[in-house]
T-cell receptor, first 112, second 114 residues
Framework: SQTIHQWPATLVQPVGSPLSLECTVE??????LYWYRQAAGRGLQLLFY??????ISSEVPQNLSASRPQDRQFILSSKKLLLSDSGFYLC???????????FGPGTRLLVL | DQQVKQNSPSLSVQEGRISILNCDYT??????FLWYKKYPAEGPTFLIS?????DKNEDGRFTVFLNKSAKHLSLHIVPSQPGDSAVYFC?????????????FGQGTTLQVKP
């Protein structure tokens, strides 16, 4: 069966510090991978998606970047965090030809 | 431009009754719709989905209805249970080839009272 991991679960960072969130998927190969953010009291906003190693598409201009160094690894980064980067970050995967995305447990980021 | 809207931020129902969660969309190019359930501080879990070629899909206590002419879908939960209390998101997919991108509504918080 497939599983998706995210870490850390919670992160408190000062403004201006760097960020690295990691997502890995097990039990599948060549998945589509997605990063979402849920701001407090709001829906899920798609930030990045990837259909293969090294292929990243950005959905919204922002202070964040994404990378996919391996088939089942997706990383969300920032060089300098802003207060507005606070939120709940979710990674999701979808199998090739499948319809449904499956989400990881999420990372709660608080920028102070 | 909010292409997927859940206009009711919250809903409260009594245990055993029916819960009806609604979702409206604006883009007629959406071809697949999904419902997710989310508990606080957890990732959303997939509940049920429906293709645009159907008007109903049922899975146990959950039924999704799609009215394409009205650009409206709804999730029915019968009977509602206290464990159903969560935030429910509807999502829509526009067929962009293999990208599988979804657009989510804002969510509706369901409270089922014992």
């Amino acid at each position: 069966s497939q599983t998706i991991h995210q870490w850390p679960a919670t992160l408190v960072q000062p403004v201006g510090s760097p960020l690295s969130l990691e997502c890995t998927v097990e039990g599948t190969s060549n998945p589509n991978l997605y990063w979402y953010r849920q701001a407090a009291g709001r829906g899920l906003q798609l930030l990045f998606y990837s259909v293969g190693i090294g292929q990243i598409s950005s959905e919204v201009p922002q202070n964040l970047s994404a990378s996919r160094p391996q088939d089942r690894q997706f990383i969300l980064s920032s060089k300098k965090l802003l207060l507005s980067d606070s939120g709940f970050y979710l990674c999701a995967w979808k199998g090739q030809g499948a319809e449904t995305q499956y989400f990881g447990p999420g990372t709660r980021l608080l920028v102070l | 431009d909010q292409q997927v809207k859940q206009n009711s931020p919250s809903l409260s129902v009594q245990e055993g009754r029916i819960s009806i969660l609604n979702c409206d969309y604006t883009n007629s190019m959406f071809d697949y719709f999904l419902w997710y359930k989310k508990y606080p501080a957890e990732g959303p879990t997939f509940l049920i989905s429906i293709s645009s070629i159907k008007d109903k899909n049922e899975d146990g206590r959950f039924t999704v209805f799609l009215n394409k002419s009205a650009k409206h879908l709804s999730l029915h939960i019968v009977p509602s249970q206290p464990g159903d209390s969560a935030v429910y998101f509807c999502a829509a997919r526009k067929f962009w080839g293999n990208t599988g991108k979804l657009i989510f509504g804002q969510g509706t918080t369901l409270q089922v009272k014992p």
